[in-house]
């Protein structure tokens, strides 16, 4: 991996109103690295990443990707990325093919390339076998799958995924993960945001946000090795929300925060354990 920093963001915030959904961000990523964004919902990871891909002018900051700066050259910076969101933005009555020859015009993809990047495309995602099919009739995993594909069409240097497997099956979600390991391991800078410890466990860097503020930048063992015993992922049938509300000043309980469908909880000790039950 490249040490020199591909991207470098210097004191990112931005206010909506009063609110402070990100305050004075500072953090490196190199070329080819795979790069989590971890934290509860409300924590700033969409915005961020908005911001990142030129989308969203911050209050405060900047960020340069590979030397060019996202407030004051925008477009040029969009040109060099793709950003996949978490709502399925592409168009239900067109078909796989369709939405994929759309996305190939768009980025302006060479038309004597495109036969060898669609076959690559469907050979990774296992659309091919549904290239007529409309993207309004595929499974959520399969809609996942076609907007990276779609991402992808013009092989951008810099992959920004917000929690690209949310709401999907567990054989989507592996099968995404391959997906991006594959662009990693072709050289793509990939920054995803997810809300899964197990996919945090897969970057090779991960920064843990909460409520707009940096907690954390480390590889997730050694994030892991500093939090062992104290952070638990609590899952069930009632609401997260609610959960969390509950525990707010349950003792022993330091934390807790709705991740998803699940319920993040830090401890002061692993013996508060207790508490945690006795409060749900």
Request: hydrophobic residues 45%; positive net charge.
């Amino acid at each position: 991996m490249n040490s020199s920093p591909y991207l470098a963001v210097r004191g990112l915030a931005r206010r909506f109103g009063d609110v402070e959904a990100l305050r004075g961000l500072d953090f490196e990523v190199a070329r080819g690295e795979l790069f989590g964004v971890v934290g509860p919902d409300g924590a700033g990871k969409t915005t961020l990443l908005r911001m990142l891909a030129g989308v969203m002018r911050p209050s405060a900051g900047d960020a340069w990707i590979d030397g060019v700066s996202v407030v004051r050259e925008p477009e040029r910076v969009k040109r060099s990325l793709a950003y996949m969101s978490q709502r399925f933005g592409l168009y239900a009555d067109l078909t796989v093919a369709e939405n994929i020859a759309f996305y190939a015009d768009l980025y302006r993809v060479p038309r004597r390339e495109r036969p060898a990047r669609l076959e690559q495309l469907y050979g990774f995602s296992g659309l091919g076998p549904f290239r007529d099919r409309r993207a309004g009739a595929l499974s959520g995993g399969m809609k996942q799958k076609l907007s990276l594909s779609c991402a992808l069409i013009h092989r951008p240097p810099l992959l920004l995924l917000d929690e690209p497997t949310f709401g999907v099956d567990p054989i989507s979600r592996r099968d995404l993960w391959l997906i991006i390991h594959e662009m990693v391991a072709a050289g793509t800078t990939v920054i995803a945001s997810t809300a899964y410890l197990d996919e945090a466990e897969r970057c090779d860097r991960v920064l843990l946000l909460n409520l707009g503020r940096r907690l954390g930048l480390a590889p997730p063992e050694a994030m892991q090795a500093g939090m062992a015993g104290r952070v638990f992922q609590v899952t069930g049938r009632g609401d997260p929300a609610r959960a969390a509300t509950l525990l707010q000043g349950a003792p022993g309980v330091r934390a807790a925060s709705r991740f998803g469908n699940h319920l993040h909880v830090a401890l002061d000790t692993p013996s508060d354990g207790a508490a945690v039950q006795a409060a749900l």
